[in-house]
């Protein structure tokens, strides 16, 4: 069975504060993601990663960065948090690049930036 | 990209037959997915369609018109637990396979 597993599922930072949502999947998966997840708008892509060391920028990257140093772990990084970050964070893996490959999502960080 | 639009609420009742649509408009269709998404958890995948027709699985299934750019999830035998939003990803030919989400249906089954 995936697992996926983020480091806090609430997170109260204050603007300005450099914050770090961590993310580990246990099935040496290939891909991982990170998504937002804002009411009346829906998921969307930050940032995902094929392969360790490496990064592509998803669609709203802005504000945003991730690492991957580890293939099993992919976290992103709020340099410096705002307001208009608050939101559901969401990370996801995905086995590798084929066409079936389904998505295995983890609980969420709800992140709450004052 | 994509445009995918789903409506946004939907309520039932316990034990009837509900039909989500999503449609969208792609241009180079590879594939939809369907995901449950219960209040304050992850996502999990339903189904996979990407040629024309019905997946049937248990009390789902999900059928797609890639002709139509629609797709329709279909819940039978409703029960209070399949109240959740559902939410439809699209996947097209651009170069990587990541599908774009569409906002989700928020299911509400009553007694």
């Known amino acids: 069975d995936v697992k996926v597993t983020q480091s806090s599922r609430y997170l109260v930072k204050r603007t300005g504060e450099k914050v770090f949502l961590e993310c580990v999947q246990d099935m040496d998966h290939e891909n991982m993601f990170w998504y937002r997840q804002d009411p009346g708008l829906g998921l969307r892509l930050i940032y995902f990663s094929y392969d360790v060391k490496m990064k592509e920028k998803g669609d709203i990257p802005e504000g945003y960065s991730v690492s991957r140093e580890k293939k099993e772990r992919f976290s992103l990084i709020l340099e410096s948090a705002s307001t208009n970050q608050t939101s559901m964070y969401l990370c996801?893996?995905?086995?590798?690049?084929?066409?079936?490959?389904?998505?295995?999502f983890g609980p969420g960080t709800r992140l709450l930036v004052l | 990209g994509q445009n995918i639009d789903q409506p946004t609420e939907m309520t039932a009742t316990e034990g009837a037959i509900v039909q989500i649509n999503c449609t969208y408009q792609?241009?180079?269709?590879?594939?939809l997915f369907w995901y449950q998404q219960h209040a304050g958890e992850a996502p999990t995948f339903l189904s996979y369609?990407?040629?024309?027709g019905l997946e049937e699985k248990g009390r789902f299934s999900s059928f797609l018109s890639r002709s139509k750019g629609y797709s329709y999830l279909l819940l039978k035998e409703l029960q209070m637990k399949d109240s959740a939003s559902y939410l439809c990803a699209v996947r097209d030919l651009g170069g990587s396979y990541i599908p774009t989400f569409g906002r989700g249906t928020s299911l509400i089954v009553h007694p």
């Open positions: 369609n990407v040629l024309d």
């Open positions: 792609t241009s180079g269709f590879n594939g």
């Open positions: 996801a893996s995905s086995l590798e690049q084929g066409a079936r490959e389904t998505q295995y």
